[in-house]
């Protein structure tokens, strides 16, 4: 019997897939949560054979979970989203995410897909693949993608400075020629889509 923990802070979408893998001969959900960080800890108390993780939790996201996960628990991690950007795919597998699966997936296949995993397979769906295969280059200058490193961490503009070495000023010259080259309002919305794209 493969044993699940589950997680996704949609009750109604969390209860209809807990209740199509119950479906299933040989899978069993034994706990699911609507938190990242609750989910760290049931895989912690439980060590279930897989952990499933929506991507799009508040608080502590699908991939902080799996990264936390990682650190405290050898179980294999499998995350569910809606939609990712290329970038969320790549840090994803090298926080050693071993399935990335669209929510559109059907239940009979994503059933095949956990007991692939629990066996010692890789899942990765062909359409995120060829998006990150296809990925257009980073427009960013190395400094620039250091300000925003320290900037998508919530750090102000006084802490990113003497983190890097630069003066205010010149932060800022840094973060408004970023944000001119992504196309957005602020250094926060940068910063993002940095991080989205697998660039910080």
Request: net charge negative; proline share 6%; charged share 25%.
């Amino acid at each position: 019997m493969i044993r699940v923990v589950l997680a996704d802070d949609e009750d109604l979408v969390r209860g209809a897939l807990a209740n199509l893998l119950e479906l299933e001969p040989d899978i069993t959900v034994i706990a699911q949560t609507g938190s990242g960080a609750e989910a760290v800890e049931l895989a912690d108390e439980h060590r279930p054979d897989l952990v499933v993780l929506d991507l799009e939790m508040n608080g502590m996201d699908g991939l902080a979970a799996a990264e936390a996960i990682r650190d405290r628990v050898d179980v294999p991690v499998v995350i569910v989203t809606r939609h990712a950007r290329h970038g969320v795919l790549k840090r994803a597998l090298a926080a050693g995410v071993r399935a990335f699966v669209p929510k559109v997936t059907p239940a009979p296949k994503l059933s095949a897909i956990l007991r692939d995993v629990h066996a010692g397979g890789r899942y990765v769906d062909p359409e995120l693949a060829a998006s990150a295969l296809s990925a257009p280059a980073c427009p960013l200058t190395e400094r620039e993608l250091d300000v925003l490193r320290h900037s998508h961490s919530g750090a102000p503009i006084s802490e990113i400075a003497e983190a890097t070495h630069l003066a205010p000023g010149t932060v800022r010259n840094y973060l408004s020629s970023a944000m001119s080259k992504l196309d957005v309002q602020n250094r926060h919305a940068a910063a993002r889509r940095a991080w989205e794209e697998g660039w910080i």
